[in-house]
């Protein structure tokens, strides 16, 4: 897609109505997020194993994806306000369709492919609206309506729990469709009042494309496994909670506030190595230190303190043991990971090796063995300092360490 020629009759060009069809529609769409909260009703009415509840939920992203790359396609086809209306009639379709279902067959097509392929469509329609009439501040503007999805599913997660515990979930998937006809019907009144027009860009013989190289398939491996990875904890991230003894107002609040940490992305002003910028100084590494032994020490707290009886000395003292060996384990392996590559012993590294140990024994604790615990942690400890390498591709920040990694 390319701006508008200047061969098309001159129009108004409103911002900020294409920015406000972009809200009204992602926000909506956004609740694919808060797949989760949905995952126990529909259980336990059609007893649909859970893991035949996250191909719903993956088949959902991939038909995101597909109606994604299809937009770039429709848009010749009819004007964008048209398009983005039938897409929200068909999102709207897919969720009626699952909240009728009976069986694993309709909520794969309804949900999974419907609904997601309609929204990936509107979504790229939307954007790309905006993006016709952007004239300064396009990352920031991209950065907002990408944010939309998880804000949405902040939104949708607490509003969904709700509904479930008083309607039940096919009343939910209900009440979304209608939001979603609501929302596209403004949405498409709205782009087309913005005045944003769609058009092919004009070919060139003269222009040849580019050749892909090495570091775009890395980067595009590399974001790939970390959304599946993301996405798959986020359709399941309420009953995680749950199941590990959570009540259901912490399992959502934990969901929408994993949601809100993606919608937040890294701290304002962090320029990575990549952009010309590099690790911020450690402000006071003793502190920071300090801070992570205070959080081993709270860890036992944590920890032993979740069992379901105190009198259980045996299953306390070895919670206890394994939570002291997986945090000392994370800690050497991640010193030691980093010193084999830089020949320096980096203390934010150990401190976050130490968390990360914490962090990984936390769920097993209570089942795994001595020797378990630490292998645990090691695994963590070198995971932790991977994930470090990986933070400038990712655009995400950290905290502790003081280690830059190379650039990608």
């Given at each position: ?18 920015l406000l069809?972009?809200t ?63 897409s ?9 369709t ?31 609206g ?42 939910t998937?209900?009440g ?14 709205l ?8 058009v092919?860009?004009?070919s060139?013989g ?7 190289g ?5 980067l ?12 798959m ?11 590990y ?47 992570g032994?205070?959080l ?28 002291t ?47 378990g ?14 994930a ?14 003081r ?6």
């Amino acid at each position: 897609m390319s701006v508008a020629t200047p061969a098309l009759p001159v129009r108004a060009e409103r911002l900020w109505a294409a920015l406000l069809a972009a809200t009204l529609m992602n926000l909506p769409l956004g609740s694919v997020y808060a797949f989760s909260v949905l995952l126990r009703p529909i259980e336990q009415e059609l007893a649909i194993p859970r893991s035949a509840l996250s191909l719903v939920f993956g088949l959902a992203t991939v038909g995101f994806t597909v109606g994604s790359v299809g937009a770039a396609f429709l848009y010749r086809a009819a004007p964008a306000p048209i398009l983005v209306l039938l897409s929200a009639l068909a999102a709207a379709a897919g969720l009626l369709t699952a909240a009728a279902a009976s069986g694993l067959a309709q909520l794969l097509v309804g949900y999974g492919i419907v609904f997601g392929t309609g929204g990936g469509v509107a979504y790229i329609l939307l954007q790309q609206g905006v993006n016709m009439l952007v004239r300064r501040r396009q990352g920031l503007v991209n950065g907002y309506i990408v944010s939309l999805y998880p804000m949405g599913a902040m939104i949708a997660t607490p509003a969904f729990h709700a509904c479930n515990e008083t309607f039940g979930w096919r009343t939910t998937l209900g009440g979304l469709a209608t939001v979603l006809v609501a929302c596209g019907i403004a949405a498409a009144l709205l782009a087309r009042h913005s005045g944003a027009r769609l058009v092919a860009p004009k070919s060139s013989g003269e222009t040849q494309p580019g050749t892909l190289g090495l570091t775009f398939f890395k980067l595009s491996a590399t974001f790939f496994l970390a959304a599946s990875a993301g996405l798959m904890v986020l359709s399941q991230a309420r009953e995680i909670v749950a199941s590990y003894g959570g009540a259901a107002a912490l399992a959502v609040a934990a969901t929408t506030g994993l949601t809100g940490a993606i919608a937040l992305g890294p701290r304002l002003g962090r320029v990575f190595k990549r952009d010309g910028g590099g690790m911020p100084p450690g402000h006071n590494m003793t502190l920071a230190a300090l801070g992570g032994i205070i959080l081993w020490f709270g860890w036992y707290g944590f920890n032993p303190g979740s069992t379901l009886s105190a009198m259980d000395f045996e299953g306390i003292g070895r919670i206890a043991t394994n939570t002291t060996l997986a945090a000392c384990s994370g800690s050497l392996l991640a010193m030691a990971y980093v010193y084999f590559r830089t020949k320096k012993f980096d203390t934010g590294i150990s401190v976050n090796g130490l968390l990360a140990g914490l962090v990984a024994i936390t769920c097993p604790c209570y089942w795994v063995s001595p020797f378990g615990a630490v292998c645990i942690g090691a695994v963590a400890g070198v995971i932790v300092v991977l994930a470090v390498d990986q933070s400038p591709a990712l655009s995400t920040t950290r905290t502790v360490s003081r280690y830059e990694p190379a650039t990608l």
